[in-house]
C-alpha cells in the first residue's frame, strides 16, 4: 500500500540554524499537505501544496513539492524557539485518506 | 470558531471497562476520523466514516469500534480497554478524505 516515508525522525538545531525535513511517497500523489504539532498540542494545518514543482513560503517556511509529486520538502530558514514540534507531511493519493509520514520532531536550543 | 471537540480530554481507566471518546465538529463535515498517536509511530488511523451511518476501517482498528448516528459526532468505544490501548487519541474532521483536516485537541488515555 501506500506509504509515506519522513526524514529524519528527530533534528536538533541551534536558535538561527537552518532546518530541513524530507517527505517521500512511494506513489504520485495528488497533493501534499503539512501539519505542525507543538509539544503537547494537536496537529495544525500549515499548508497544501498541489501542483507538480510548486513551492510555497510562509515567512521563514518553504515548502517545495517534487516534479514527479512523489517528494516534498519543509525548510525553515533561521530557526527560532517557537519552531519547536513535529512536523508531518501528510499525502494524499486521488482522493483516498490523507497517509501521514511520522513526522520530524524539531528542538531549538538558544 | 471552526472546532472539533473530543471528551474526555484525559482518562485514566482500568482493563475491560467500556469506555466512549465523544467527538463532535462544528463545521458541517462530512468526513470524520479517530488517529492514535504513539512514539516513533506518527499519526495511525482507527476508524474513519464518509458520511452518516457510513464508517469503515483504518489501518489500526481493532479493539475499537465507532458510529456515526449524526453528521457532527463520531464516537470512539473501547468496549474492553487493555493496556496497549494507553495513547493519544485524536478526532480528526474535514470536507472529505483528502482535504485540509481539522484535529480535536486530544484525548490522553491510560488503561491500567
Known amino acids: 500500500g501506500q506509504q509515506v516515508m519522513q526524514i529524519p525522525q528527530y533534528q536538533h538545531v541551534q536558535e538561527g540554524e537552518d532546518f530541513t525535513t524530507y517527505c517521500n511517497s512511494s506513489?504520485?500523489?495528488?497533493?501534499i499537505q503539512w501539519y505542525k504539532q507543538r509539544p503537547g498540542g494537536h496537529p495544525v494545518f500549515l499548508i497544501q501544496?498541489?501542483?507538480?514543482?510548486e513551492v510555497k513560503k510562509q515567512k521563514r517556511l518553504t515548502f517545495q513539492f517534487g516534479e514527479a509529486k512523489k517528494n516534498s520538502s519543509l525548510h525553515i530558514t533561521a530557526t527560532q524557539t517557537t519552531d519547536v514540534g513535529t512536523y508531518f507531511c501528510?499525502?494524499?493519493?486521488?482522493?483516498?485518506?490523507?497517509?501521514f509520514g511520522k513526522g520530524t520532531t524539531l528542538s531549538v536550543s538558544s | 470558531e471552526a472546532q472539533v471537540t473530543q471528551n474526555p480530554r484525559y482518562l485514566i481507566t482500568v482493563t475491560g471497562k467500556k469506555l466512549t471518546v465523544t467527538c463532535s465538529q462544528n463545521?458541517?463535515?462530512?468526513?470524520m476520523s479517530w488517529y492514535r498517536q504513539d512514539p516513533g509511530l506518527g499519526l495511525r488511523q482507527i476508524y474513519y466514516?464518509?458520511?452518516?451511518?457510513?464508517?469503515d476501517k483504518g489501518d489500526v482498528p481493532e479493539g475499537y469500534k465507532v458510529s456515526r448516528k449524526e453528521k457532527r459526532n463520531f464516537p470512539l468505544i473501547l468496549e474492553s480497554p487493555s493496556p496497549n490501548q494507553t495513547s493519544l487519541y485524536f478526532c480528526?474532521?474535514?470536507?472529505?478524505?483528502?482535504?485540509?483536516?481539522?484535529f480535536g485537541e486530544g484525548s490522553w488515555l491510560t488503561v491500567v
Open positions: 480528526a474532521s474535514s470536507q472529505g478524505p483528502g482535504n485540509t483536516i481539522y
Open positions: 506513489t504520485t500523489l495528488s497533493n
Open positions: 501544496l498541489v501542483k507538480s514543482g
Open positions: 501528510a499525502g494524499d493519493q486521488a482522493g483516498t485518506a490523507l497517509i
Open positions: 463545521m458541517n463535515h462530512e468526513y
Open positions: 466514516s464518509m458520511n452518516v451511518e457510513v464508517t
